[in-house]
């Protein structure tokens, strides 16, 4: 049967800022308090959107969260008016208003793990929002997230949603930031290869030193479970601790995978050389490994311009296209590189290159903003079409971010209760035209 792949991008929220929130994340701790730009940011991401949608791709869109998230910071016992509740934070604990106010939502690699129906037992598509327990300013996502992936992909027959797995450091769930999905054409079944940073219940297992590994092994098992997949067609590879270490704090930063091509970085994996053999030998032989040596570029040069935070697309059959940051061009080795890699016998033969600086100085790459989604022909039928883009759609949003978004943002803004009103009034807004029903806590 044919499939697609589709890319499903969060939109960029109102709330955008640079808090510096995400310890292990050099470029977000790098920024901290400089101003941002949350009108520039979500008109960025759309843009991408709109530049997947008009090459062919199929390209959807996932509302953001409620921020400032009063319903959280009541819960943390301040009280009275929501103007209140935000002063209240603001005084007592300014760090926890801040993340009561982050827009990471927008990077939708880590909003939920997908499983085709090519893969599950079932036929059906499978997703469990992330937990995202290793920080509480996304720790706060998934209820909305899993509203908002239900309201997105609302047919039962066609689509099972799951709770995020139980909020706690031995279950900890990235989503998507370590999932890849490998096959030879979309609607065949595939090989998923879950991608850990340790080993929840075992001390004795390698593990990071300076920061932290968010994804354990406990909690790849369990979502494999879940979605019900054929355990024969599970991978599992352990992240390298050295580069977590560096600044690596998700897969999608040192690697990414599309159909038979893994693209990565020499020390992505610990025992990479069985990881490399067990892809081989599920695709027969028929498996690409492009893998950038140590000494031709370092750690330093990948994270610094997310060369691996980039989109691996099948533009036409016969050849994959990467759609990189501004950042990777800026950088001679990695510009370098990637000429040298598009003109040598392999699957990759082009790039292209977005400009997604606001979202580069808060750490997400193109591959951050995306969730990719497998979907058969009549199971695409099934997806609210209201969040599919289109040239009008893309009109409505452009013009709908021109309306209610600032130009300017720093963390003294987030306890204006102005801009409550302003993100509310948005996300009304938003959900009529995304047909999403009422998925934040203020509309019900």
Request: with cysteine; hydrophobic share 35%.
């Amino acid at each position: 049967m044919r499939a697609f792949e589709a890319n499903f991008d969060g939109l960029v929220g109102p709330t955008h800022n640079y808090s510096g929130l995400s310890f292990g994340n050099i470029a977000s701790s790098r920024n901290q308090a400089a101003t941002s730009n949350p009108k520039l940011a979500a008109k960025q991401g759309l843009a991408k959107m709109k530049k997947l949608a008009d090459l062919g791709l199929v390209q959807g869109v996932l509302a953001p969260q409620e921020r400032p998230d009063i319903h959280t910071l009541r819960r943390l016992g301040f009280s009275g008016s929501d103007a209140q509740v935000l002063a209240q934070a603001a005084q007592q604990m300014p760090r926890v208003l801040a993340a009561c106010c982050s827009a990471s939502s927008m990077w939708t690699a880590n909003a939920a793990t997908v499983s085709p129906s090519a893969d599950t037992l079932d036929r059906r598509v499978h997703f469990t929002p992330a937990n995202l327990t290793n920080k509480f300013h996304r720790s706060i996502e998934h209820d909305v997230t899993g509203r908002i992936l239900k309201a997105s992909f609302p047919d039962h027959r066609y689509f099972v949603h799951h709770q995020a797995l139980p909020g706690v450091e031995h279950f900890g769930d990235e989503g998507a930031a370590n999932h890849t999905r490998f096959c030879k054409d979309y609607g065949d079944f595939g090989i998923e290869m879950f991608v850990f940073g340790r080993y929840a219940f075992d001390d004795s297992k390698p593990k990071p030193i300076k920061f932290p590994a968010r994804h354990t092994f406990e909690a790849s098992e369990s979502i494999a479970r879940s979605h019900r997949l054929n355990s024969q067609d599970v991978i599992y590879a352990q992240q390298n601790p050295d580069v977590i270490d560096q600044g690596v704090f998700h897969n999608d930063v040192i690697g990414v995978g599309n159909r038979n091509l893994l693209f990565c970085h020499e020390q992505a994996y610990l025992n990479k050389d069985k990881l490399y053999n067990d892809l081989k030998r599920a695709f027969d032989g028929d498996f690409h490994v492009v893998e950038v040596a140590s000494d031709r570029l370092s750690v330093n040069d990948v994270v610094g311009s997310y060369l691996f935070n980039s989109q691996l697309l099948n533009i036409t059959d016969d050849h994959m296209t990467l759609l990189v940051p501004e950042e990777c061009q800026q950088n001679s080795a990695v510009r370098s590189y990637l000429e040298e890699v598009v003109a040598t016998d392999n699957p990759i033969g082009g790039f292209e290159v977005m400009d997604l600086k606001q979202s580069m100085r808060n750490g997400g790459g193109p591959a951050c903003l995306r969730l990719r989604i497998v979907l058969t022909e009549e199971e695409l039928k099934a997806v609210n079409p209201s969040t599919l883009i289109n040239d009008q759609l893309y009109q409505q949003l452009d013009q709908w971010i021109e309306k209610h978004y600032r130009d300017q943002l720093s963390e003294n803004d987030l306890a204006d209760p102005q801009l409550l009103m302003e993100s509310r009034s948005a996300l009304d807004e938003l959900t009529q035209i995304l047909q999403l029903g009422t998925v934040y806590p203020f509309q019900r």
